[in-house]
């Protein structure tokens, strides 16, 4: 059974930084692409980004590539969002899932809560 | 960007029709694939998803989902309609980057 789980969130101060990690089980992480979605609070759903099979590629939605970064280490099969300069509206839900091709989003994990205040 | 227009909320009563609706500001379709699939999320889930590439069943899900549609319209069908199905659902689309609609909350009449 594919199980991805997500931590790293919490409160987190606006300008600070923050790292997100998922670690992935019951499948072979190193096969499959994944992406990073958050959904905020009033269930706005956007993607952040994808990461290819050997993380030889990266694509990021354009309104927040120069903040977030995604990477992974398949000898851990841990996937992983770097999180630079939050804001307040970067307050969300963020969930790492499987990619069975890039775009459609498989399976997903139960999400990590990041709040941003001061 | 791609915008998704999907409207906010649909009543329906049980063992009837639901019919959801997403619509595109641009086609999403390429070579014969809509690269537009579907998900369902339950109060305190995560999302699961249900149709990929525009009507293709994904696994473990009932055949009481189905989807339709292409190039920027596109709907998602539940019928029967049970009382398990009550959730948001959102379509999203790959063609171009991946955005998501704001969500249809399926609620009960």
């Known amino acids: 059974e594919v199980q991805l789980v997500e931590s790293g969130g919490g409160l987190v101060q606006p300008g600070a930084s923050l790292k997100l990690s998922c670690v992935a089980s019951g499948f072979t992480f190193s096969d499959y692409w994944m992406s990073w979605v958050r959904q905020t609070p009033g269930k706005t759903m956007e993607w952040i980004g994808d990461i290819k099979y050997d993380g030889s590629y990266t694509n990021y939605a354009p309104s927040l590539k120069n903040r977030f970064t995604i990477s992974r280490d398949n000898a851990k099969s841990t996937l992983y969002l770097q999180m630079s300069n939050v804001r307040s509206e970067d307050t969300a839900t963020y969930y790492c899932?499987?990619?069975?091709?890039?775009?459609?989003?498989?399976?997903w994990g139960q999400g990590a809560s990041v709040t941003v205040s001061s | 960007d791609i915008v998704l227009t999907q409207s906010p909320a649909l009543a329906v009563s049980l063992e009837q029709r639901a019919t959801i609706s997403c619509k595109t500001s641009?086609?999403?379709?390429?070579?014969?694939?809509?690269?537009m699939h579907w998900y369902q999320q339950k109060p305190g889930q995560q999302p699961k998803l249900l149709i990929y590439?525009?009507?293709n069943l994904a696994s473990g899900i009932p055949a009481r989902f189905s989807g339709s549609g292409s190039g920027t319209d596109f709907t998602l069908t539940i019928d029967p309609v049970e009382a398990d199905d009550i959730a948001i659902y959102y379509c999203q689309q790959s063609k171009d980057y991946r955005t998501f609609g704001g969500g249809t909350k399926l609620e009960l009449k």
């Open positions: 899932t499987t990619m069975m091709v890039p775009g459609l989003m498989d399976a």
């Open positions: 641009q086609n999403v379709d390429n070579y014969g694939i809509s690269y």
């Open positions: 590439e525009g009507s």
